[in-house]
């Protein structure tokens, strides 16, 4: 029997201990004497002392020490080290801990500290690598990633309602099964998108037939069917998770989506990458692109989408980039995006639209 565990048969408590171990590692014992956590507190406080030099600490989270120090210590255990320009509410790209940033040392992981300092997340995008996790400030629990699951989102197969209202737009079955296109079991009418890396269920966007959409909490910043571009040497980049549905269904595989919105209006300069935050999920897919040789921007038809073609040209580079052009639809108007075309004009039709894409030009 351990040390520790013959301190916690002669002290029995209601309460957790804590015992330092070794220098600023300290492990946490339940009332019924079963690890919990392991935990590295620079200002954790001293009680009173053991034998063989286990000391009894008070925890960090009674002692009012601030959520994101609390984060940043638990980091340590794992590796990442992080400075004061970690700050919360922002995305910082760091050394990964695990596979170092391969040959060309790239900072590949992708870190963030919630707003409110709850928990903090990371994930490594290197395909090669991909590691991820989340620690929370409350949980006395020190664990790698909780893998989200459809089952913990509440989700199940498309029922006949939703399946119609694809059906109208298009969109087959299989192609809705491929993409893993789900909707919530407590509500029938929400569809429920899956994002996966690596074949893993990483977020999840949710959105009404009214058009009201919103993600899950912790939802990874990346795009919409980034494993369909793994090997690819040409991508399709649209504006909405149906218009990459839409260019499935006229051959293209090779389609992620932007996961929010488009912009208002083009920036004039180009923000540091930590401060890039609206397009976060283009600097963690980073390594997807530096294979690809031609990029083909068919975002929505209108002032914003025009304006996001414009902002994903500037960083992914206007020379490789190339442009859709959506045909007219009347007189006075034109298509909007790939799933009105594929609707009104089928399949062949928008295949052909893409195919005849033209070399990018940045109108601001």
Known sequence: MSVIQNLWLCCPRTQPFLFKIRPRIYVALSPRGSTIWCHSMSQATKVSSFPDGVEQVVDNNALGVPKVEILKQKMELLGINLDNSCLPGQYHNLFCPKCKGGKLKERSLSFHIIPDCEFAMWRCFRTKCGWAGRVFAKDSNLHGYGQMTEKSLGLEPLGPKLIAYFKERQISEKTLSRNAVRQMSESKEIIAFTYKQNGLLVGCKFRTMEKRFWQVKGTEKMLYGIDDINHASEVIIVEGE??????????????????????????????????????????????????????????????PGRALADELAKRLGQERCWQVHWPKKDDTNCFKDANEVLKYMGADTLKRIVENAEPYTIAH
């Open 242 to 303: 149906i218009d990459k549905l839409s260019l499935e269904e006229a051959g293209f595989q090779n389609c992620v989506s932007v996961p929010g919105g488009a912009p208002g209006k083009v920036s004039k300069d180009l923000p540091p990458i930590e401060k890039d935050t609206a397009y976060q999920y283009l600097w963690n897919c980073k390594e997807y692109f530096n294979k690809v040789v031609r990029i083909i921007l068919a975002t929505d038809n209108d002032p």
